[in-house]
C-alpha cells in the first residue's frame, strides 16, 4: 500500500512538474536600444528580426531562456546611420550575422519580477550579461492561444563589446555614450499552439474564418527576412549614389582643370599672335605671311571664345 501511494506521489509530482517549451511570437515583440548621444540627445534603435525560446514549469517564471538576433537587421530609422552601424565599426552584420543570448541562472527578485544570468556572444566572443525582467501577465486571444507577457531591460557596455568607435566633441566629452540601454516586450506562446500573423485580426473576419491562409512561422521569417533585405538594397543604392557622387565631383574637377588650362593657353596665345601681327604688318613686306598672321589671329580668338564659353556656360 504504501509503495502504490509513493509511487502515485510521485507520479503526481512529475506531472505537476512538466515542463512546457514555449516560442518567442516576434509579431508583437519587440527589442530595442537607446544610446547617448553628444550628452543631451539619444539615439533609438530596434532589431526586426529575432528568434527566441523559453522553458516553464507551471509557473510565470522560465527555468531556461534563449534569444537569437539577427544583427543585420538592425534600423535607427535613418539610412546612412544604419549603414555605419552594419559596417565593422559596430556590428560588422557581413562576418557576424547572429547576436546570442542563453540563460545561464534565472533569480526571482520580487513579485512576477526576476533577474536572468546569461552568456552573451557577440561577434564570436563570451560576455557575461544580465537582464532584469518582469511578468506582466498571461491571456487568451480570440483564437484560443495562450500568451505570456514580458518586459525587460539591462545596461550593456559597448566598448566591452570592442565597439569602440567615437569622436570627441569641442568640450572634450564623447559623442556617442558607452553605455547602450536595451529594452523591450516579449511574448510567448506555447510551441505548436502559436497564433498565425494572417489572423491577427478580429475575430470573424476572412482572416479568422480561413485558417489555410494562416502563414507558418517558416513564411513569417521569409516575410521579415523580405523587408530586411529591401532595406539592405536601399542602403546598397545610397553607397552607389555616394560613389556616383564622388566620381561626378572628381570628373567636374577634372574639366574645370582642363577648360581653366585651356582659356589660358588661348589668352596667351592670343597676345602673342597679336604682338607678331602687328611686327609683321609693320616690318614683313610679304603679303602672304601677313594674311597667315591674320587667319592664325582670327584661328585663335575663336578657340579663346569656346574655352570661355565653356566654363561659364
Excluded at 5 to 20: G, K, M, N, P, T
Excluded at 175 to 197: C, D, H, P, S, Y
Aim: aromatic share 12%; glycine share 6%; hydrophobic share 40%.
Amino acid at each position: 500500500m504504501k509503495k502504490i501511494i509513493f509511487c502515485a506521489l510521485s507520479l503526481l509530482f512529475l506531472f505537476s512538474s512538466h515542463a512546457s517549451d514555449f516560442t518567442l511570437n516576434p509579431d508583437h515583440s519587440q527589442i530595442k536600444f537607446s544610446v547617448s548621444y553628444m550628452t543631451i540627445s539619444s539615439v533609438e534603435g530596434a532589431f526586426a528580426q529575432f528568434a527566441g525560446k523559453a522553458v516553464f514549469t507551471n509557473d510565470s517564471i522560465p527555468t531556461n531562456f534563449e534569444l537569437t538576433i539577427n544583427s543585420k537587421s538592425v534600423t535607427t530609422f535613418e539610412k546612412k546611420r544604419d549603414h555605419h552601424l552594419k559596417k565593422d565599426d559596430f556590428f560588422w552584420v557581413n562576418r557576424h550575422p547572429e547576436i546570442l543570448f542563453r540563460s545561464q541562472e534565472i533569480l526571482p527578485t520580487a513579485d512576477k519580477e526576476f533577474l536572468i544570468k546569461g552568456e552573451l556572444v557577440f561577434q564570436g566572443r563570451s560576455y557575461s550579461q544580465e537582464f532584469q525582467a518582469k511578468f506582466l501577465g498571461e491571456t487568451t486571444d480570440p483564437w484560443g492561444k495562450k500568451s505570456l507577457f514580458y518586459e525587460f531591460q539591462g545596461l550593456v557596455n559597448r566598448k566591452e563589446l570592442g565597439l569602440t568607435w567615437n569622436q570627441t566633441l569641442d568640450s572634450g566629452q564623447w559623442l556617442v555614450g558607452e553605455e547602450v540601454k536595451v529594452f523591450g516586450k516579449l511574448q510567448f506562446q506555447e510551441r505548436g499552439n502559436e497564433t498565425a500573423f494572417s489572423t491577427h485580426m478580429v475575430a470573424g473576419t476572412r482572416a479568422g474564418q480561413k485558417p489555410e491562409v494562416a502563414l507558418s512561422r517558416e513564411e513569417q521569417a521569409d516575410r521579415r527576412e523580405g523587408i530586411i533585405n529591401e532595406a539592405t538594397e536601399g542602403e546598397e543604392e545610397i553607397h552607389l549614389d555616394a560613389q556616383e557622387e564622388v566620381i561626378t565631383t572628381s570628373h567636374e574637377t577634372w574639366w574645370n582643370t582642363y577648360n581653366l588650362s585651356l582659356i589660358l593657353l588661348s589668352f596667351f596665345s592670343l597676345i602673342g599672335i597679336v604682338l607678331g601681327g602687328i611686327l609683321v604688318h609693320q616690318k614683313c613686306d610679304q603679303k602672304w605671311l601677313v594674311h597667315l598672321c591674320d587667319l592664325a589671329l582670327i584661328i585663335c580668338v575663336f578657340f579663346y571664345a569656346l574655352a570661355v564659353q565653356e566654363v561659364f556656360s
